[in-house]
Nanobody, 123 residues
Framework: VQLVESGGGSVQAGGSLRLTCSAS????????IGWLRQSPGKEREGVSV????????YYADSVRGRFTISGDFDKDTVYLQMNNLSPDDTAIYYC?????????????????WGKGTQVTVSS
């Protein structure tokens, strides 16, 4: 499985960015895919994920209402629309994937990872 992220960059507080993750090499139809982030000195945080099976979604409390995840599962692509960004959102954002549903993600975590894309929000 290969995951390739794009769409990171620098933006001022209050601005927006859209991240894209394209998956390839999948040999299964049911998977959960989404975004986790890590900034210096902080633990990795699950931001948002979506299930290809039932489109169920998860959002971290810190981003709910500002970020929207969506998927085009015919193309094995997932998007993260990030609005009203704040400096606290500055991090490397990683696309990640695991087989199964959101429950499998919660139980076992992600099994495949992209290289990450930097998001920097200035005040």
């Amino acid at each position: 499985v290969q995951l390739v992220e794009s769409g990171g960059g620098s933006v001022q507080a209050g601005g927006s960015l859209r991240l894209t993750c394209s998956a390839s090499g999948l040999t299964f139809n049911e998977y959960t895919i989404g975004w986790l982030r890590q900034s210096p000195g902080k633990e990795r945080e699950g931001v948002s994920v979506i299930s290809s099976l039932d489109r169920a979604t998860y959002y971290a409390d810190s981003v709910r209402g500002r970020f929207t995840i969506s998927g085009d599962f015919d193309k094995d692509t997932v998007y993260l629309q990030m609005n009203n960004l704040s400096p606290d959102d500055t991090a490397i954002y990683y696309c990640a994937l695991t087989t199964g549903t959101l429950i499998d993600y919660v139980r076992y975590g992600m099994s495949s990872w992209g290289k990450g894309t930097q998001v920097t929000v200035s005040s």
